[in-house]
């Protein structure tokens, strides 16, 4: 994530298109590879704030946007990828937000910086090393020479496999646990960074109206005096 470049942008809504596609995929012969499925498209047109109009295109997304709301838009740009990766989407004006889950993966996925095969190995040139121990000055009193080394190396073998599997899971289990806890942290901090581009009367929305003061009694004008 060190090497990826957050984008936070936001603006007044001009103009909503909305359109659909369906995507089919062929192989030879128009065979369908796989069924069709529709992508629902929405082009936000945003006003930012140096008066600057760009647009936006969201893929699948249910959040709610109509012409004059403002909107906050996250994205990341990610290495080796041109276009930035849509993060989260927030209608400042509803209140309400999106979130993109295919940028969010790439954005905040890590890969281990040694995989399975690398941890598997470890493992069983662990294995090898205490088995030929074990085999070659325990069992054999220093003698165990070649017999004991082909053992290890055989032991060590055998296990390679069984180590790939179990770090494989592993790392599945501890790199979903992880991306939870920062897609969790991620988006409370964005719901907060983007409060800042809030619209005036919502954020004065939200202060208490100020207590209205007690009716002062007045008291009565004094009575004219009589002509009599």
Request: proline share 6%; hydrophobic share 45%; aromatic share 10%.
């Amino acid at each position: 994530m060190a090497e990826n470049t957050l984008i936070v942008t936001a603006g007044d809504v001009i103009e909503v298109q909305l359109t659909s596609e369906t995507v089919v995929i062929e192989g030879a012969g128009a065979r369908h590879v796989e069924p069709g499925h529709i992508t629902n498209r929405m082009r936000l047109f945003v006003r930012e704030g140096e008066g600057q109009e760009k647009k936006y295109d969201f893929d699948d997304t249910e959040l709610g946007v109509r012409e004059t709301q403002r909107v906050a838009i996250v994205r990341g740009k990610l290495k080796r990828v041109k276009e930035p990766a849509n993060l989260l989407l927030f209608n400042l004006s509803s209140g309400e937000h999106d979130t993109f889950e295919n940028g969010l993966a790439a954005y905040l996925g890590r890969t281990p910086f040694f995989g399975a095969p690398w941890k598997a190995a470890g493992f069983a040139l662990l294995v090898a090393l205490t088995f030929w121990l074990y085999s070659n000055f325990l069992m054999r009193g220093g003698a165990g020479g070649l017999a004991s080394t082909m053992f290890a190396v055989m032991f060590g073998f055998l296990t390679y496999p069984v180590f790939w599997w179990l770090c494989g899971v592993w790392d599945r289990v501890s790199e979903r646990m992880r991306y939870r806890r920062a897609r969790k942290r991620f988006i409370a901090e964005m719901t907060g960074r983007v409060r800042a581009y809030a619209p005036r009367a919502a954020q004065s929305a939200t202060q208490p109206a100020p207590t209205p003061m007690p009716p002062v009694a007045e008291s009565p004008p004094a009575a004219e005096p009589s002509g009599a």
